[in-house]
C-alpha cells in the first residue's frame, strides 16, 4: 500500500480512522492523504452560523493541525490534505481511484464536527462505489490494539481468493498471523470439498509469501453472517478481511445485503475488497 486515503469530517469517528492510518503508514511509510469534502448543504451549527470564507478557513486550519500530528506520529511519512467539493462518497472514491496503490480509511459515522459526512448512506454508497480496497470503523471499536491476527473468512466463490493479496500484505507489514476461516454453507459434502479446495490455495499463498497462518473450518447450518460475526469475536481477532460480493453474484455467501450486516455488526475493523473482475467485466 503506497497511499492512504481518509476521509475526514473532525469528527472523533474521523480522528479515529485518521489513527488507524498513522499506524498503518508507520509500517509500510505509506502517504497519508486526508480529504474533507465541502458538500452543497452544510447542516451543522458551526457551518450555519459560520461565514462561507471563515468557515474554509476554519477548516483548512483544522486540517492542518491533524496533518502536523500525523507528521509527528509518523515522520517518514508523506502527510497532505486536500478540500474537495461535491458529493462525499463519489469525490473520496474517484480521488483515490488515480491514486497507484490506494486504500481508502474511513468511519461508518460522522455526525459531530463540521458537516454529516460518513452518516448511514455516505458509508456504504463509498463501499459500493469505490475501485480500491476500503479499511472501514465504527464509531464503538477500540484502536489501540495491537495487529497481531487477521481472519479472513473463506467461501466457495471464484473471487474470495482475491482479497488474500491485501491480507498477506497487512501481515507482513504488521508481523500478523493470517486466519483463514473456511464457511461451510450449506453442510454438505460437496461444498466441503470446494472450501477444502480454496483453503488450501488461501494456505500456499500465505507460504510464498512466508506468512504466520492456521486454517479452521465452520459449519454453518443456518444464517451465514451471525454465525461469522460469532466466531470472530470468540477468536479475538483485531481486522476482518472481506470481499465486497456484487448483487447478482449468487455463488457467494456474501451479498451485497450481508456485507452491510457485517459492516454494521463487525467487532473489529473490517478490510472491504472491491472485485477485481467485476471492473473488468464491466469495461
Given amino acids: 500500500m503506497k497511499n492512504i486515503v481518509v476521509g475526514i469530517d473532525f469528527s472523533q469517528n474521523s480522528y479515529n480512522a485518521m489513527k488507524h492510518a498513522v499506524a498503518i503508514s508507520l509500517k509500510n511509510k505509506a502517504k497519508l492523504h486526508l480529504v474533507w469534502v465541502k458538500t452543497a448543504a452544510m447542516k451543522t451549527d458551526f457551518a450555519q452560523t459560520t461565514a462561507a470564507k471563515d468557515f474554509l478557513a476554519a477548516v483548512k486550519n483544522k486540517l492542518a493541525q491533524w496533518v502536523e500530528e500525523c507528521k509527528a506520529e509518523s515522520p517518514e511519512s508523506s502527510v497532505t490534505s486536500t478540500i474537495l467539493e461535491g458529493k462525499p462518497a463519489v469525490e473520496l472514491c474517484n480521488y483515490a481511484a488515480y491514486l497507484p496503490k490506494s486504500m481508502i480509511v474511513m468511519g461508518t459515522h460522522g455526525v459531530s464536527g463540521f458537516e454529516e459526512f460518513f452518516v448511514g448512506n455516505n458509508a456504504f454508497k463509498t463501499i459500493n462505489q469505490t475501485t480500491v480496497p476500503v479499511l472501514i470503523l465504527r464509531e464503538d471499536i477500540q484502536i489501540n490494539r495491537d495487529l497481531t491476527e487477521i481472519l479472513v473468512p473463506i467461501d466457495t466463490s471464484f473471487e474470495t481468493l482475491q482479497k488474500m493479496k491485501i491480507a498477506i500484505e497487512f501481515a507482513k507489514d504488521f508481523g500478523a498471523k493470517v486466519c483463514l476461516l473456511g464457511v461451510i454453507n450449506p453442510v454438505n459434502n460437496d461444498i466441503k470439498h470446494v472450501i477444502n479446495v480454496q483453503l488450501n490455495h488461501a494456505a500456499a ?35 476482518m478481511v472481506i470481499m465486497r460480493e456484487e448483487e447478482h453474484d449468487l455463488s457467494s455467501v ?30
Avoid at 225 to 234: C, E, F, G, Q, V
Avoid at 256 to 262: E, K, L, V
Avoid at 270 to 280: D, G, K, S
Wanted: charged content about 20%; glycine content about 4%.
Fill in 205 to 239: 499463498m500465505c507460504k510464498k509469501a512466508n506468512v504466520r497462518f492456521d486454517v479452521q473450518t465452520l459449519d454453518v447450518p443456518g444464517d451465514s453472517i451471525p454465525a461469522l460475526l460469532d466466531a470472530a469475536k470468540k477468536m479475538d481477532v483485531n481486522l
Fill in 254 to 283: 456474501w451479498m451485497g445485503s450481508n456485507t452491510r450486516q457485517i459492516v454494521n455488526n463487525s467487532p473489529m475493523p473490517l478490510v472491504i475488497v472491491p472485485n477485481v473482475n467485476q471492473f473488468l467485466l464491466n469495461k
